[in-house]
């Protein structure tokens, strides 16, 4: 909704939305507030803020008995991981760090791939530049730079669902670009934000 909005300047008719989703959704939200939470709307995916979920197991389904409205209960103790990240540091913080730019050409012949990766990619704090299509050929993942420190290949290996040692070490090339990826008819976009690795628990 928020990459949606953002994309197709929703934002400045929240006045308006408010007035229409006052009839379907509740919330304790002043149109005031929310006047205030759209201004930052757009620096959101810019800034690299991360999104946090409660998966099943973190919530359980139940039946107000008064009214028959059906909630969801949060089981606390199995969320507790899940609000500890609110105190951990976005994997990238687009605000203080240059940014990481990754070239991506499509090989899959789905045309559609390449915009799905670039979604991907800027979830998670990436700079997508989209380079076209090119011949089929496996996904494959190239770091222009003499060393892998700082490049966040832990996390790009993930998104792209290959071994950090699958990425390719270029140190001769001059590229406009820390990373040119490739991506094949093997390529799936469907990655899980949840299961996304965290710099706690990963190295560069």
Known sequence: MLNK?????????????????????????????????????????ENGI?????????????????????????????????F??????????????????????????NPDMARLAAENLSWFGFV????????????SLTYYGQNFKGSYNWLLSWVFDKGMSQIALDSE????????VVIGPDYSPCRNPLYAPRPSTTSD
């Open 173 to 180: 090339t001059e590229s406009a670009t820390n990373y040119r």
């Open 50 to 82: 991360q999104h946090i979920y409660l998966s099943q197991g973190e919530l359980s389904a139940w039946t107000i008995p008064d009214t028959g409205a059906q909630v969801q209960l949060l089981n606390p103790e199995a969320a507790a991981q899940t």
């Open 5 to 45: 909005g953002v994309d197709l300047n929703l934002i400045a008719q929240a006045p308006t939305l408010w007035e229409t989703y006052q009839q379907s959704v509740e919330t304790d939200l002043t149109l005031t507030r929310m006047l205030q939470l759209a201004t930052i709307a757009s620096a959101v995916r």
């Open 84 to 109: 500890a990240r609110l105190y951990e540091v976005p994997s990238i913080n687009r605000a203080n760090r240059t940014a990481i730019t990754v070239e991506v050409l499509n090989a899959s012949g």
């Open 128 to 139: 997508p530049i989209l380079a076209g299509d090119v011949e089929s050929a496996p996904t």
